[in-house]
Antibody, heavy 120, light 112 residues
Framework: EVQLVQSGAEVKKPGESLKISCKGS????????IGWVRQMPGKGLEWMGI????????RYSPSFQGQVTISADKSISTAYLQWSSLKASDTAMYYC?????????????WGQGTLVTVSS | QSALTQPRSVSGSPGQSVTISCTGT?????????VSWYQQHPGKAPKLMIY???KRPSGVPDRFSGSKSGNTASLTISGLQAEDEADYYC????????????FGGGTKLTVL
């Protein structure tokens, strides 16, 4: 079964750093792009960026460029989303999702989500 | 890229049909046949329902169908069932240069 399993909920203070993870299983991790999507409380989905674990080619939405860093460690089939200095406005649910086979333009499956709460 | 425009809410009775629209521009919805739709129940992760405008993944009931005309895509759910009550999001590929995707603002479907 193809599966993406994300790391657990985090509670952080403004200014702190954070790295959340997304571990793929049941498929060739290096052959599929992994995207990250933000969902702020009570709001819609926002596409953040995407990485190809095979060669770490990474692209960002202009809205998130410079705000987060996406990376991957193919040796452990895990993608990451990290912040160097969190803000209260980073409070949200974050999902990873696998891009469609053959580089097709849909996302399936999705991870279960990681809730990040930033509060002083 | 601005978010795609969806109605905030739609409703229908069991057995009826509803259609959710998703309006973009020639740079996203109108420029590519790469519109996908996702269903999200409260507290759950999104689930792919339609891809490439009108294709259904295995396991998705054929009550769900998609279409596109110009810069507007649509998701139609026929024979509404209680379990269809959820939020629905459209998504479009938005640029081979910028290599990005854009989501709609989401539509809350209520089954009356």
């Amino acid at each position: 079964e193809v599966q993406l399993v994300q790391s657990g909920a985090e509670v952080k203070k403004p200014g702190e750093s954070l790295k959340i993870s997304c571990k793929g299983s049941g498929y060739s991790f290096t052959s599929y792009w992994i995207g990250w999507v933000r969902q702020m409380p009570g709001k819609g989905l926002e596409w953040m960026g995407i990485i190809y674990p095979g060669d770490s080619d990474t692209r960002y939405s202009p809205s998130f460029q410079g705000q987060v860093t996406i990376s991957a460690d193919k040796s452990i089939s895990t993608a990451y989303l990290q912040w160097s200095s969190l803000k209260a406005s980073d409070t949200a649910m974050y999902y990873c999702a696998r891009r469609g086979v053959g580089g097709n333009n849909w996302f399936d499956p999705w991870g279960q989500g990681t809730l990040v709460t930033v509060s002083s | 890229q601005s978010a795609l425009t969806q109605p905030r809410s739609v409703s229908g009775s069991p057995g009826q049909s509803v259609t959710i629209s998703c309006t973009g521009t020639s740079s996203d919805v109108g420029g590519y046949n790469y519109v996908s739709w996702y269903q999200q129940h409260p507290g759950k992760a999104p689930k792919l329902m339609i891809y490439d405008v009108s294709k259904r993944p295995s396991g998705v009931p054929d009550r769900f169908s998609g279409s596109k005309s110009g810069n507007t895509a649509s998701l139609t759910i026929s024979g509404l069932q209680a379990e269809d009550e959820a939020d629905y999001y459209c998504c479009s590929y938005a640029g081979s240069y910028t290599f990005e995707w854009v989501f709609g603002g989401g539509t809350k479907l209520t089954v009356l």
